[in-house]
């Protein structure tokens, strides 16, 4: 289904919050909400990451897995919602094609691409960034008192580019993997329904482990791909 623009004539505003979603977070969720309110987003668009690539490599859950929790943590607002655009595309995960997929998608729309505050000073190494700066505004989120280091980014802003400061929640997906692997609970650092999918499927639980009735766990498989450098990097200051 496209998007287009409002009853009066002007153009919608969609967030687009893209990340490995590994496993998603309440940070991530406040940052998505925060962005919203502030830049008076009609809604706000989750993209889990499909294939992605980087020089080094980790451990990366299933995309299915990763689109489910994603979908489970966000159904409840109703201005959240989850595409499979890069999921479905062959091929590794760049933002700019992610942008492009998207405004074909919805045209007649205005993006704004949400992600942490870190991973923004590094947009100037990402593929096509000269061309993303036409396709999208872009929302770093932060902790209160996060600075850009990057000069030439700051040179280059020209309203395109916003440090935004949310409650200071340190939370990452590093972590909830971590504590999962671990047997350790995860309850309130991701949402309800995501901790029971995870107990379902055994995410990141190593093999041969058990649960903690004295079961063993039957691992879901994990994939070992690259994860791209510019691949809405998931692990962020959230």
């Known amino acids: 289904m496209t998007t287009t623009g409002t009853a009066d004539g002007s153009r919608r505003r969609i967030g687009v919050m893209g990340g490995t979603f590994d496993p998603i977070h ?10 919203a309110h502030r830049f008076d987003l009609d809604d706000v ?12 490599t980790r451990e990366v859950s299933p995309a299915e897995d990763r689109y489910l ?5 966000t159904a409840s607002n109703p201005r959240f919602s989850v595409s499979r655009v890069d999921i479905d595309r062959r091929g590794p995960t760049y933002t700019v094609d992610t942008l492009k997929d998207l405004l074909r998608q919805h045209p007649e729309t205005e993006l704004f691409f949400i992600t942490g505050a870190d991973a923004l000073e590094k947009i100037l190494t990402w593929r096509g960034w000269e ?22 980014l700051t040179e280059i802003e020209n309203g395109r580019v916003y440090l935004l400061e949310i409650p200071a929640l340190a939370i990452s ?15 309130y650092l991701v949402p309800d329904g995501v901790v029971q999918y995870i107990a379902k ?14 079961t063993p766990v039957a691992t879901a498989p994990v994939h070992r791909v690259p994860v791209p450098i510019d691949s809405h990097p998931e692990e962020n200051p959230l």
């Open 26 to 35: 309440h940070g991530h969720l406040v940052a998505a909400s925060e962005a």
């Open 45 to 56: 668009v989750f993209v889990p990451t499909g294939e992605p690539w980087q020089k080094r």
């Open 69 to 73: 929790m994603t979908v489970i943590a």
């Open 131 to 152: 061309e993303m700066f036409e396709l999208a505004t872009f929302v770093g989120v932060s902790r209160p008192g996060f600075e850009l280091s990057d000069t030439h």
């Open 173 to 187: 997906s590093t972590e909830c993997r971590r504590r999962a692997a671990d047997g350790a609970p995860v309850w």
């Open 201 to 214: 499927r055994n995410l990141y639980r190593p093999e041969g482990s058990t649960r903690l009735d004295g």
